[in-house]
């Protein structure tokens, strides 16, 4: 019998090299997969090809999560964040077939005021955005503590209006009281390409 310790592979038993080892044993594992009944369902897509940029908002000491954090829009107030792409990132905005905002929000925990009350309007560098009437957002729970209940607004950004340095204005239009307010946790821009 030939000696088996030629770059760890051996035709004539198992390696001695372990490595090798683990891949004879995945083979076997694979070769087990085939067998399985019921066979399992499965896909491979081409992965998407996604950059995001997302500003974790931190102007107010509660109700955000899970950074304990959160910015604050009173009724009739607004508030403008940027995003400005370095500018490597060039190319990226060049090729994106879509551009996204997507704002994680909560109303406050303010449970007597209707949750159909609340509004909000959004520009992106100075284009209104289509914003449902009706906000997916609702009371925050718990009361007066770090909110486990927060939700996202997906927005596609008008075509053609992302640039280099972006601006996003939101402005709580709602139909409640001076004290009402909503919650933003975070802000994403997503580049899809």
């Given amino acids: 019998m030939l000696p088996c310790n030629w770059y760890g592979m051996c035709p004539f ?29 499965l896909s491979n897509p081409t992965p998407s090809r996604v950059l995001f940029m997302r500003k974790e908002l931190s102007g107010y000491p509660n109700y955000g999560n899970p950074s304990g954090n ?28 879509r551009v996204e905002l997507v704002i994680r929000g909560a109303l406050d925990d303010h449970y007597n005021v209707p949750e159909s009350r609340y509004s909000m309007s959004v520009l992106f560098n100075g284009v209104r955005q289509n914003v449902p009437a009706r906000l997916p957002f609702v009371h925050g729970r718990p009361s007066g503590q770090r909110f486990d209940n927060w939700n996202e607004l997906v927005l596609t950004v008008t075509s053609g209006t992302a640039r280099m340095n972006n601006r996003v204005t939101i402005r709580n239009t709602s139909n409640t009281g001076d004290g009402d307010w909503i919650a933003f946790d975070w802000i994403e821009l997503r580049f899809f390409l």
Avoid at 16 to 34: G, I, K, S, W, Y
């Fill in 13 to 41: 038993g198992p390696s001695p090299n372990p490595f090798m080892r683990a891949l004879e044993d995945e083979v076997v594992d694979d070769e087990q997969a085939l067998r399985q009944d019921p066979p399992p369902i």
């Fill in 70 to 97: 959160a910015d604050i829009l009173y009724t009739n107030t607004q508030g403008t964040w940027t995003f400005n792409l370095p500018a490597v990132l060039a190319l990226v905005l060049n090729n994106a077939r």
